[in-house]
């Protein structure tokens, strides 16, 4: 279940810049009815027109939510669900989820919930209440943004890369790790710029504290990074030539006069 300081969660709420929504907390999965129409489905039954972009969740471990914009509780999520503007996910605390947009990739941790405020053709902005969520973004086009925001301050990633960013609560620090890229950090009294192997800490709940250190990797981050990894390739092994069964070698006879070896 989902789980917050409420005085912490108005501090964020303050500090989203209009990417914060208002989100239910979640119900267990098993207890609801089965899931809502994706969203392309309900466009089309209402006769709106489709969005402009749609990504889908790709790879599902675990029990894993989904709430509509105009949802009231929480139902179950299954792989290649469609990700529109408005939708929320979230991951039980053993379960993960990732989420691909184009050629780019969201991983969820567990025990995160991530709402997507705004996906189509120049942005993909999306919100992390809580928990910890790793980017991949392979592409951009030139006027293309992505940003995610958290209870500490606004994310905007400057381009293709990749991105851990920790939501943080009133008991442990927002951090935004950046592998490759760069990254820009603000929110009240913050304003931050990391780059390629460096982690931002952002503390406090009332004002905040922050600063850029070395990169920071914890067993999430770590295991997302090895996933990524080409397999390792096989080493090639000569044959090994034997001898054809009652095959006896011997060596060839030398010449002592010329210390050679004769036929």
């Known amino acids: 279940m989902r789980t917050h300081n409420r005085r912490f969660r108005l501090t964020a709420v303050a500090a989203a810049t209009g990417l914060a929504v208002a989100q239910t907390t979640p119900l267990p999965a098993a207890a609801q009815g089965p899931p809502p129409p994706p969203p392309g489905v309900q466009d089309q039954q209402s ?6 972009r749609v990504g889908r969740l790709a790879r599902v471990s675990g029990t894993v939510s989904f709430h509509g914009q105009d949802d009231t509780q929480w139902s179950p999520a299954e792989a290649n669900y469609p990700v529109t503007s408005g939708n929320a996910f979230w991951t039980e605390p053993n379960a993960q989820a990732e989420i691909e947009v184009s050629a780019s990739r969201i991983a969820m941790a567990p025990g995160t919930e991530l709402d997507i405020t705004t996906l189509d053709d120049t942005a993909l902005q999306v919100t ?10 392979r592409t951009t086009a030139p006027d293309e943004t992505y940003a995610l925001q958290t209870p500490r301050g606004l994310v905007t990633f400057a381009g293709t890369g990749r991105y851990d960013v920790v939501a943080g609560d009133t008991q442990t620090p927002t951090s935004v790790t950046v592998i490759e890229g760069a990254a820009q950090v603000t929110g009240p009294g913050v304003s931050l710029q990391v780059g390629p192997n460096q982690t931002a800490t952002i503390n406090g709940a009332d004002s905040f504290q922050a600063d850029v250190g070395p990169a920071q990797h914890d067993p999430f981050l770590s295991a997302t990074l090895n996933s990524e990894r080409p397999p390792p390739q096989a080493v090639a092994v000569p044959p090994v030539v034997a001898a054809m069964p009652g095959e006896v070698c011997t060596p060839a006879p030398r010449d002592r006069r010329t210390n050679t070896t004769t036929a």
């Open 47 to 52: 006769g709106g027109d489709p969005p402009a």
């Open 128 to 137: 992390e209440p809580q928990g910890e969520t790793y980017l991949h973004i």
